[in-house]
């Protein structure tokens, strides 16, 4: 039985650990643990392997045949360090990314930027009241903003900038709720990163709606050399695949 490293913290990885024990793997979830819900949920391994050199010990200690990297698509540092452990010692990785929003209708009206500094400068550029939806850890390029709405997971005791409004809420979102609080908070501009998928998606076409500006970070590039697949099935077969 081939033992799966599944590096995981996103509902697309839940759905994978599930599929590949109904094929027959032997799965080990591992989740950074950086929120409460993450710390008390299902995974073997919560937290850290100390970097490249920890996970690729863990990799050869632990009789790993096969990795997939479903963390989110803007944890970049996990993605890295899974590629160069995995190159270093030898195991196939995959890298399972849910589907972005380029392709959404309205990606063509939406102010890319490359990082967040970009996407804090824009928000400034533009005027009016700022929602972020971007996650706790990116909120520091944001300080010099002074009328936000940042909507965490999860707040965790660090002080509120002056100016801010934080509300803790996690997806799925609904329409109506994103248009509600587009328009009790009255946002002019929404801050995303392009994280894709269904659950948190509910807020652009709320934007549309009521002609938010939105800025949007791209997603950070993916580690040459990475087969990448963005479905259950596909990364099942890409399992079996290995022999």
């Not at 690729?56 to 045949?65: D, E, I």
């Not at 501009?189 to 709320?206: C, F, H, I, N």
Request: net charge neutral; hydrophobic share 50%.
């Amino acid at each position: 039985m081939v033992r799966v490293l599944l590096l995981g913290g996103t509902a697309e990885a839940r759905e994978l650990a599930g599929a590949f024990a109904a094929a027959g793997f032997e799965v080990v979830e591992s989740v950074a643990g950086r929120t409460r819900q993450a710390r008390g949920g299902s995974a073997s391994l919560v937290g850290g392997f100390g970097g490249v050199d920890g996970l690729a010990q863990y990799l050869r200690t632990a009789g790993v045949g096969a990795v997939v990297d479903a963390t989110h698509p803007f944890a970049a540092r996990m993605t890295g360090n899974a590629a160069q452990a995995c190159a270093l010692t030898g195991v196939p990785l995959l890298r399972f990314a849910r589907t972005g929003w380029r392709t959404h209708p309205d990606a063509s009206d939406w102010v890319w930027v490359g990082d967040h500094s970009q996407a804090a400068v824009a928000a400034g550029r533009a005027g009016g009241r700022v929602l972020l939806t971007v996650g706790r850890q990116p909120l520091p390029a944001y300080r010099e903003l002074t009328d936000v709405v940042a909507r965490v997971a999860e707040w965790q005791g660090d002080p509120v900038p002056q100016g801010w409004l934080i509300v803790e809420a996690r997806g799925p979102f609904t329409l109506a709720g994103e248009l509600a609080l587009l328009g009790r908070e009255q946002v002019a501009v929404l801050v995303s990163k392009d994280s894709g998928g269904a659950l948190t998606a509910a807020k652009l076409d709320a934007a549309r709606e009521l002609g938010v500006r939105v800025i949007m970070v791209r997603r950070p590039a993916a580690p040459d050399g990475v087969p990448e697949v963005g479905s259950t099935a596909d990364a099942v077969a890409w399992l079996a695949g290995l022999g």
